[in-house]
């Protein structure tokens, strides 16, 4: 089983899905990944994680480790982007705060992954 920074990539699965189980890596960017790291091949051979060689795991992980900021340095920077507009006082900061939907979405009849489930009024019925 190969392992990059933290995460079980599957065996039976082609290397360029593969890689897109770590946060930050699309379909494109494991393309891009596989061509700097000398496997361009493996786009069209169909290269399985389980038949990669240990230069090849290795030449994988010094590409992935200085040229992209993946997992935990993204999700922080994620973080750290969100809690700026928080401290701003901007719109997307002010309905991050409390909770509703970020980018216009419509709240009256909708929304209520964001909102929570539906509020029940207990004097409505008597």
Do not use: C, W
Not at 7 to 16: G, P, V
Not at 24 to 44: F, H, N, P, V, Y
Not at 70 to 85: A, F, H, S, V
Not at 108 to 114: A, D, I, L
């Amino acid at each position: 089983m190969v392992r990059f920074i933290g995460i079980d990539l599957a065996n039976n699965k082609r290397i360029k899905y593969a890689l897109t189980a770590i946060y930050g890596i699309g379909l494109s960017r494991a393309k891009e990944i596989l061509d700097s790291a000398g496997l361009e091949t493996a786009d069209e051979s169909g290269l399985r994680t389980k038949d990669l060689s240990d230069d090849d795991i290795s030449n994988l992980r010094k590409v992935l480790e200085k040229n992209y900021q993946l997992e935990g340095d993204l999700y922080r920077l994620t973080n750290l982007n969100i809690k700026r507009l928080m401290e701003n006082g901007s719109i997307k900061g002010r309905r991050h705060r409390v909770g509703l939907p970020v980018r216009g979405q419509r709240t009256r009849t909708n929304g209520r992954t964001r909102k929570g489930g539906k509020k029940i009024v207990i004097g409505k019925n008597k």
